[in-house]
């Protein structure tokens, strides 16, 4: 030890409510399953079939609505023009949104992406994006098995960088010259 370490007081210990610093890296926390999908612990299972179940109610809940407003146009006599196009605009819009809902379970959007476009189309489309995160929660949380791949990935990575470390590099000889 030091002089300079002696003068100095011992280090106070951290509060009672203070968090430590992580010995690693943290898993992404999903919405609705928080960080329980790394151990599937926590009430993992019951989370999934919480989830599945109010997003096909919610699906269901709100294509009934669709009906109801596709009853009001009729009854408004609006014309077989209007009432087919917006049959087919929801169709379309619903299945874009389900197709890209899936696909963002399975890969992150790039920066330069066209999601920011999509986003109105996507809110027309709800339905589609509700049935994608029901048939998704049948199987894992929605973006599981994505976020498990990047897990694993930085705590290999960061096992490898700490296992490189050999000691204080202030303290090795010099090495010779030959």
Sequence with gaps: MSDDQRDQPPAE????????????????????????????????????????????ATAVAAAVLLRLSYEGLELGNVGPFLSISVVVLFAIAGSIAFAKTWESFSRRPAPSSDEAAL????????????????????????????????????????????????????????????
């Design 13 to 56: 210990p951290a509060p009672a409510g203070a968090q430590a610093v992580p010995a690693g890296p943290e898993p992404e926390p999903i919405r609705f399953f928080g960080t329980t999908w790394v151990n599937h612990d926590g009430g993992y299972a019951l989370r999934r079939a919480a989830v599945a179940v109010g997003s096909l």
């Design 119 to 178: 986003k109105g189309l996507k809110t027309i489309g709800f339905i589609g994006s509700l049935i994608a995160y029901f048939l998704r929660c049948l199987v894992e949380a929605p973006g599981e098995k994505l976020r498990r791949a990047e897990y694993e990935r930085s705590v290999a990575d960061f096992a490898r960088r700490r296992s490189a470390r050999t000691g204080n590099p202030a303290a090795r000889r010099p090495k010779r010259k030959k």
